[in-house]
């Protein structure tokens, strides 16, 4: 109804991402030094802490100093002498709460960074699957024994 405040648009609805990535685009580089400093510059980008604020929340994380300044290098491109170290990556991480960047460094081993909270559902799936080859299998020993058995009376005749 026009005007209506209450009612929910059931359309506008959208699932939310299981897994966070970077769009293609965002981070598409010649080399993976600037596959990375286009990670970070667009996590610090689509933050909405400055990054003087982004860098004491990622030297209280370690318990060291972190300048903005490394900050401004590490989303740098043209800086490849200064390319961000893991720990100061999971810093950032933690300072941002940009998953992407842990899922940045995944998928190049074919695996994902999904929330802890969907861990029993991937298990149980994983489970079902087990299953369903436990099934398969055992459909297969059932006729190989099947078979032997026809073939032992039939040859005892």
Do not use: N
Not at 117 to 140: K, P, S, T
């Amino acid at each position: 109804m026009k005007g209506d405040t209450r009612t929910a648009d059931l359309l506008a609805w959208a699932p939310p991402e299981v897994v966070q990535t970077f769009a293609p685009d965002q981070v598409r580089a010649a080399s993976l030094r600037a596959q990375v400093s286009r990670a970070v510059a667009a996590a610090l980008r689509d933050c909405d802490t400055p990054r003087d604020e982004i860098a004491a929340a990622m030297g209280a994380y370690l318990g060291e100093p972190v300048p903005k300044t490394a900050l401004d290098g590490y989303a740098s491109e043209a800086r490849e002498d200064h390319t961000i170290s893991v720990l100061r990556l999971m810093a950032l991480v933690h300072a941002t709460g940009d998953v992407r960047l842990l899922q940045m460094l995944a998928e190049p081993f074919h695996h994902m960074v999904v929330d802890a909270r969907h861990q029993e559902a991937i298990e149980e799936i994983i489970d079902l699957d087990r299953r369903d080859e436990v099934a398969e299998y055992l459909d297969g020993l059932e006729r190989r024994i099947e078979a032997r058995r026809r073939r032992r009376r039939g040859g005892h005749r």
